[in-house]
């Protein structure tokens, strides 16, 4: 078992061991303690989540980099499909488990005719007499008059800027994906299993674009002891896809990774397609995650000075975004044949190529050392992050709980030992010091509380400055890109002679909206990301220089309380020198389950774009206009058509903004209400805690016991053989917390 699995389990034992004092405690004595029900609700909560805290790590770059090698290379076998080149935005999950498994999620047939009904609004004819308002593919009717009409479709309307329409492929691929599916799809969604041998049939449907249309994503679980649990590797392909929806889709994963290796294959070194990739990294605030492994593929290199001047050339280019990057360089193919060949798994085809690179020593010796170096930093930054994130928050707490434990056997015990006398000025003095506690807590209430109403007008003012619709971060920068947005009606003189004035229009708002919907995948969800992250900054940064005043108040109140309980012998355990620390912000998220609205939502905005709606006043404004035309000769014809044309797409281009500015609105009232406002009450109540849970290890009721006492109804001898054992026991928990987290600190420090 690794040292991460050992303290995880360690920690939730520690957990149950101290409900169950709890209880034994409760139930032998005949008394309780008002903290009891918040700790165990504490202790609880630790057992519950802690098996589920997950370490993210996110592998990522264009098509054909080998993400999907690098990644097999990770976990020391051929797991994912290599090479296949599939444009889909499928992520898949790789983590340890027991055996092989692959659990392939699809989406719900909701989904999948959602997805439909927005690419259908690109393609008239589609719609033109279909006969059913919205579409629905277990029709056969359906099914029917797409194939049909996907058919007759012509190759202006099947390409878009020099690539496959996306829309077009989206509904051929669904349409030949069906009677595959057809019964693994249901209304819930729906998921297939492959264990042991039939392991590697997800590759069916991963490297098959037919049916990874219909996919969600791919969760693989290996047996393995390169990778410890609780970490998640994640291929996310689709960064380049063709469809912006599908690097919306990579956008919504990467906010949840806790760290990013960027491929970039030696074959063709940074590309436009890393340029963009990366400004988007880094506009969105997590380029600091980031690590950089250069796929050096040895076929491509004639000398090892070669590759290794390619490779500064690459690290000269990446530094222009990220100032000293941690990159490495070396060959993951060459270590995935050579796992394979020890294995016995290496084809006859792959080990001809293994072979003749086998020969290339200095090529060898240097991805050998990248690759050790590589793995050294990469574990480093594994172990430091998943102790720090996923053990420490839960180490502390469980502190604060034995504590506070420690301090209720103590005060009751004096209780027991001592007469009315001295018990009614134990209470006495531990009253006075609990009211000066109450006044701090207070106080520390209703500043909180001010910084909150305060916090939340100031980030109402960015929220609107931001999302302004004339001097904004984002909607100015829309508004135009539609504006300036440049269409050569000319070349589609072919479309429009062939297909007609309609068509023609459905073809130009095409491309239009192509290319909008890339502007907005690429410069704008990232800068909405950016922005978030910024204010999310803020809010901690604020609530940090309001917190600390009280740190020295804190202190004193605990300095007296430790002066008070010197007078009874009572000696505290705690540091009082210790300092409120600055919270995790992704930590407080993720206990509360506050997630930043999604990229994929932003994509939404043309939900409202019905392509009919965009394009009806245009065509009917000109339609009269048109009858007049073919009373006029050739030339003027040709003239009055292209300016009813420009006329189309003005409105076409005027109704887009309008919506627009609709959907940013609604989405600005979303971030601000669901998310930001919501985890500024939550960071708040972050800081109450922690500030109070400095001393509410010391706000015990003892008057129930005492009057227990007084009125005779406890075997005092008895409760106090029970104290002194839950004392005991308490503090044997509390030295066990104090070493782990001594370790944890020692392993941080080493990192």
């Known amino acids: 078992m690794d040292r991460f699995n050992f303290f995880k389990n360690e920690i939730i034992q520690i957990s149950s061991e101290i409900v169950d004092l709890f209880e034994a405690a409760e139930f032998a004595t005949g008394f309780s303690e008002k903290n009891f029900n918040g700790w165990k609700k504490t202790c609880e909560n630790i057992q519950k989540r802690l098996p589920d805290e997950i370490m993210r790590v996110a592998a990522v770059g264009p098509i054909k980099s080998g993400k999907s090698t690098f990644v097999n290379t990770l976990f020391h076998g051929d797991y994912l499909k290599r090479g296949a080149g599939v444009v889909t935005s499928i992520v898949t999950r790789i983590r340890r488990g027991s055996m092989l498994r692959a659990t392939l999620f699809f989406k719900s047939w909701d989904e999948v005719n959602q997805e439909i009904d927005q690419a259908l609004t690109f393609f008239p004819l589609l719609i033109k007499n279909s006969g059913y308002e919205t579409f629905d593919i277990r029709r056969t009717s359906d099914r029917k008059h797409l194939a049909e009409v996907l058919q007759s479709l012509s190759s202006d309307q099947l390409i878009t800027q020099a690539t496959r329409n996306g829309n077009s492929v989206i509904l051929s691929s669904y349409l030949k994906g069906y009677d595959r599916v057809e019964g693994i799809v249901s209304s819930d969604g729906g998921k297939r299993i492959y264990e ?7 590759r069916n449907f991963s490297g098959d674009e037919v049916l990874a249309v219909y996919l969600k994503d791919i969760q693989l679980e290996i047996s393995t002891t390169t990778i410890e649990e609780n970490i998640e590797i994640a291929d996310c392909q689709g960064s380049d896809s063709s469809n912006p929806l599908h690097l919306a889709m990579i956008q919504d994963y990467l906010l949840l990774a806790n760290m990013l290796v960027y491929v970039i294959s030696s074959r063709t070194g940074l590309r436009q397609a890393d ?13 600091d995650n980031t690590m950089f492994v250069v796929n050096c593929d040895f076929s491509e290199h004639e000398t090892l000075e070669g590759m290794i001047a390619l490779v500064a050339k690459i690290r000269d280019e990446v530094s222009i975004l990220k100032p000293d990057p941690e990159l490495f360089a070396f060959s993951s193919l060459f270590d995935l044949f050579r796992a394979q060949e020890t294995s016995g798994d290496l084809s006859e085809r792959d080990r001809k190529r293994f072979e003749q690179w086998v020969a290339e020593k200095d090529l060898i010796n240097f991805s050998n050392r990248e690759k050790e170096r590589f793995e050294a930093v990469f574990k480093k930054k594994i172990t430091s992050e998943r102790y720090t994130l996923l053990l420490r928050n839960h180490l502390e707490r469980l502190g604060i709980i034995s504590t506070g434990v420690l301090q209720w056997t103590k005060l009751n015990q004096e209780i027991i030992e001592g007469d009315e006398q001295s018990a009614g000025r134990i209470l006495k003095d531990i009253h ?14 209703n500043t909180l ?8 007008s100031e980030l109402r003012n960015d929220i609107d400055a931001f999302f302004e619709n004339r001097s904004g971060g984002i909607v100015p920068e829309i508004t135009d890109f539609i504006k300036k947005y440049t269409i050569h009606v000319e070349q589609y003189k ?36 950016g922005f978030i992250k910024s204010e999310e900054r803020k809010i901690v940064s604020i609530f940090d220089s309001v917190a600390q005043p009280f740190d020295g108040m804190v202190v004193d109140a605990l300095a007296g309380y430790e002066k008070t309980l010197g007078h009874y012998d009572i000696k505290m355990v705690q540091n009082l020198e210790e300092k409120t620390g600055s919270p995790d912000i992704e930590s407080i998220k993720r206990l509360t389950g506050l997630q930043i609205p999604t990229a994929f939502a932003v994509m939404r905005y043309s939900a409202r774009v019905k392509t009919e709606a965009v394009l009806r006043l245009g065509f009917y404004k000109i339609l009269n206009a048109f009858k007049k035309i073919f009373k006029k000769s050739i030339r003027e ?11 189309g797409i003005r409105c076409m281009k005027r109704e887009t903004e309008i919506s627009i500015l609709f959907h940013f609105k609604n989405y600005r009232e979303n971030i601000k209400f669901q998310y930001l406002f ?7 109540s972050y800081y109450f805690e922690a500030l109070l849970s400095r001393f509410q290890a010391y706000n015990t ?19 106090f053989k029970i104290l002194r054992d839950t004392e005991a026991k308490s503090f044997d928990i509390y030295k066990r917390i104090d070493k782990i987290n001594r370790t944890l600190t020692e392993i941080s420090d080493s990192v």
């Open 494 to 529: 072919e479309v429009l002679e062939t297909k007609g004035f309609t068509e023609t229009l459905y073809a130009i708002y095409q491309e239009f909206k192509h290319s909008l919907d890339n502007m907005m995948a690429e410069k704008i969800n990232p800068a909405i990301i």
């Open 449 to 456: 509380d001010g910084c909150v109403n305060r916090l939340k």
């Open 678 to 684: 919501k985890l500024i009450e939550t960071t708040s």
């Open 196 to 202: 042991g041998h039939p392991f590697s049939e997800h």
């Open 701 to 719: 009721d003892l008057v129930e016991l005492t009057q227990l006492i007084d009125e005779k109804r406890i075997d005092k001898e008895r409760v």
């Open 432 to 445: 006075k010091n609990q009211e000066k506690m109450n006044r701090i807590k207070s106080m520390i209430r």
């Open 637 to 647: 014809k040709e003239d009055d058509v292209y300016q009813a044309i420009k006329d």
């Open 275 to 287: 340029i963009r990739f990366l400004s988007m990294i880094r506009k969105m605030g997590i380029m």
